[in-house]
């Protein structure tokens, strides 16, 4: 079984052409919790399978979490499978890739800068409340996509400088919270400067926090947008893995939040052949 293995901006995963290796998409679950467990086999934020399209796209990604659910969608997963599918020759420059949350749109920047346009938010909530550990904290809901992938965003202020034990207790606190019955990613951020941030997301599949999430990323700049604390033009945010770039296009009637575009580096880490004598298929 060929694998290759990718990262974007710290956001790893592995990725198999299921149009060569035709896997049944019932073990794909399992698969995905084995060969994504660090230590114990090639080891991944995720799984993403490239398959056959069935809407129009040039081709479909199935997006499966670490612990074997499956994603809606991953927006770092999203811009390296653009690559991908560009070096593979499955689609152009600009491609169509049909995700479980809906149509993304993929362009290639140059040899190793990719865009995608994030799904749609289909929800947005700004400045709800929450109580966690007795504290009342301020977040705001987003989902993209149909269906929704959820993300709560929260300002720390000195995120950066704050324990870190203390960000995973809170990050798990909300993940689970009732509130959010499908579970979210929590993407906690702060604001270091004119369309500058920092941010962190404690990632709902992985259960702790990744090197980065596109999702969250882009949530956390759409609701910023909203609350115009941030231009939506170009804004920078530093993630443990590196740094991405959102664009926002805004609804001319209204003013509202509606096209989110991601932009960042891929890498191709490795390519070669699953060999895991452990892995039953």
Same mark, same amino acid.
């Not at 664009?247 to 209204?254: L, V």
């Given at each position: 079984?060929?694998? !290759?293995?990718?990262?974007? *901006?710290? =956001? ?11 896997? %049944?998409?019932?073990?794909?679950? $399992? ?12 080891? *991944? @934020? ?10 129009? /796209? ?10 074997? %659910?499956?994603?809606?969608?991953? /927006?770092?997963g999203a811009r ?13 420059? !600009?491609? #169509? ?10 362009? #290639?920047? @140059? ?10 938010? %289909? ?16 977040? %705001? ?6 269906? /929704? ?10 995120? &950066? ?6 960000? #995973? ?5 909300? #993940?689970? =919270?009732?509130?959010?019955p499908k579970g ?6 702060? +604001?270091?400067?004119?369309? +500058? ?17 596109? $999702?969250?990323?882009? &949530?956390? *700049? *759409?609701?910023? !947008? ?6 939506? =033009? @170009? ?24 096209d989110i575009f991601?932009? /960042? ?9 699953? $060999? ?6």
């Amino acid at each position: 079984m060929k694998f !290759t293995k990718m990262q974007g *901006a710290g =956001n790893d995963f592995i990725i198999i052409n299921n149009m060569e290796e035709k896997l %049944s998409v019932e073990k794909l679950g $399992t698969l995905a919790k084995r060969i994504c467990t660090r230590r114990l086999s090639i080891g *991944a @934020d995720g799984l993403m399978l490239v398959d056959a399209p069935t809407e129009g /796209g040039d081709y479909k990604m199935r997006f499966y979490n670490a612990d074997g %659910s499956l994603g809606e969608m991953c /927006g770092n997963g999203a811009r390296c499978i653009a690559r991908y599918g560009y070096e593979n020759g499955l689609a152009g420059i !600009t491609q #169509r890739v049909e995700t479980t949350a809906g149509l993304v749109i993929g362009e #290639r920047i @140059d040899e190793r800068q990719y865009r995608i346009r994030l799904n749609d938010i %289909s929800k947005i909530n700004i400045d709800e409340k929450i109580t966690v550990d007795g504290i009342e904290r301020t977040y %705001s809901y987003v989902e993209l996509g149909n269906p /929704g992938l959820p993300h709560v965003v929260m300002e720390i202020p000195g995120l &950066s400088t704050m324990d870190k034990e203390e960000l #995973r207790h809170l990050g798990k606190e909300l #993940r689970y =919270n009732k509130k959010f019955p499908k579970g979210a990613n929590v993407n906690f951020y702060e +604001i270091t400067g004119r369309d +500058i941030l920092t941010e962190l997301t404690y990632e709902r599949g992985v259960e702790d926090f990744t090197m980065a999430c596109g $999702t969250g990323t882009g &949530s956390v *700049a *759409a609701v910023l !947008t909203e609350k115009n604390l941030v231009s939506g =033009n @170009d804004v920078h945010v530093s993630v443990p893995g590196g740094e991405l770039f959102i664009t926002i296009k805004k609804d001319f009637k209204n003013g509202s939040v509606k096209d989110i575009f991601l932009t /960042g580096p891929t890498n191709i880490v490795a390519e070669g052949v699953v $060999t895991d004598e452990e892995l039953l298929l």
